[in-house]
């Protein structure tokens, strides 16, 4: 059973309160069109969830497939260390059909992100987090993107908000009659 | 099966050659004038991949998410192969499609021939079912693993196999980045 090994941390992406009884975590790209598909149902399903939701991203860009990935996510570690990850993962989210150079630093810009701090993010600046991010979640079974772990363990069944949801609450009664 | 699962298809692990068995050695196309055997590759980790067929729809394609983790089978010094009973050329064309960096042979004639030795052949759908073997540099099977077919095991089952064995080198290289 694929697990998740590197557990919710500090180095995290998170939304929603840290004692939720459901945490999802996403492993995503941000060129992936698979991801692009999923955005707006996690959007909806956290919605409906409320504060019963812990939602985490981390970086697995298949850069071997999409050329603008690591860049983008590059892009969205500079935002996080600007206190703004959440605007760039949705930025890129909803703008998927334009990830060049010219539109990552167009959207740096809209950011606030001034131009000394994108260039040290696509020198390399957050590539060991993006690594590490990439790293823990082969160990952890991603078996491409977006694979989505509830409560730890990997969630191989359909992304739409329905079953999402449906799964979600399960899990979070379970949690709730367990403590 | 844990409720966090979806009703998938039960598949026959149990035809599959398991561990402690000898690897049968095979030779296969893996270009249209190469041939590949398995010998060949003795002396180092082997990661044999069965999948079903060339040109799953999904980025969450198997062959492509293991071209991404390359550089980590790397570190354990072990190569990889895919084998499908797609014929030469429809692997070649998925493989420059997909820019994947690892053999992709062909188990077409005949058919599916090297996937019954290995006890994953599927004879109703002319395919090989999804099986991963990792085999030793002695030429020993040292784990497999069969998956429903519609399900990519991803890679976190190799790498635990190859680290019974196997020492990676020290640098990290995830792949990433590559």
Not at chain 1, 80 to 101: K, V
Not at chain 2, 32 to 45: A, F, I, T, Y
Not at chain 2, 137 to 146: K, N, Q
Request: hydrophobic share 40%; glycine share 8%.
């Amino acid at each position: 059973m694929s697990r998740l090994t590197p557990a919710v941390g500090p180095s995290d992406h998170v939304q929603g309160p840290a004692n939720a009884p459901v945490t999802l975590v996403e492993y995503g790209d941000y060129e992936c069109p698979y991801c692009g598909e999923t955005y707006p149902v996690l959007k909806e399903v956290q919605r409906l969830m409320g504060d019963k939701l812990r939602f985490v991203f981390r970086n697995f860009p298949l850069s071997q497939m999409h050329p603008h990935a690591v860049r983008a996510a590059e892009l969205a570690e500079a935002a996080a260390a600007a206190g703004r990850f959440w605007e760039a993962h949705d930025l890129l989210y909803e703008h998927q059909d334009a990830l060049g150079n010219f539109s990552l630093m167009d959207y740096g810009a809209r950011l606030g992100l001034d131009a000394a701090a994108l260039e040290a993010a696509f020198a390399g600046r957050y590539d060991a987090k993006i690594e590490a991010d990439f790293s823990g979640g082969v160990r952890s079974g991603v078996n491409g993107t977006p694979s989505l772990f509830i409560n730890g363990q990997r969630y191989d069944g359909p992304r739409d908000v329905e079953s999402l949801v449906t799964v979600l609450e399960a899990v979070a009664s379970a949690a709730h009659a367990a403590s | 099966m844990s409720s966090l699962q979806p009703n998938l298809p039960v598949t026959e692990p149990e035809t599959a050659l398991a561990a402690g068995v000898r690897a049968p050695d095979f030779t296969l196309p893996a270009t249209p004038d190469q041939q590949l055997s398995l010998s060949d590759l003795s002396g180092q980790p082997v990661i044999l991949a069965f999948y079903p067929a060339d040109w799953s729809p999904v980025c969450g394609d198997q062959m492509a998410l293991y071209n991404q983790i390359l550089p980590e089978f790397h570190r354990y010094g072990a190569q990889l192969v895919g084998i499908s009973t797609d014929g030469v050329w429809c692997h070649a064309a998925f493989a420059q499609d997909r820019k994947l960096h690892f053999p992709l042979l062909a188990d077409f004639q005949p058919k599916g021939e090297v996937a019954r030795r290995y006890g994953v052949y599927r004879d109703h759908e002319g395919t090989s079912a999804r099986a991963l073997f990792v085999i030793d540099g002695t030429g020993v099977i040292r784990w497999s693993h069969v998956s429903p077919v519609g399900l990519n095991p991803g890679a976190d089952g190799i790498l635990d196999a190859l680290d019974a064995f196997a020492t990676p080198h020290a640098e990290p290289a995830s792949g990433a980045l590559s």
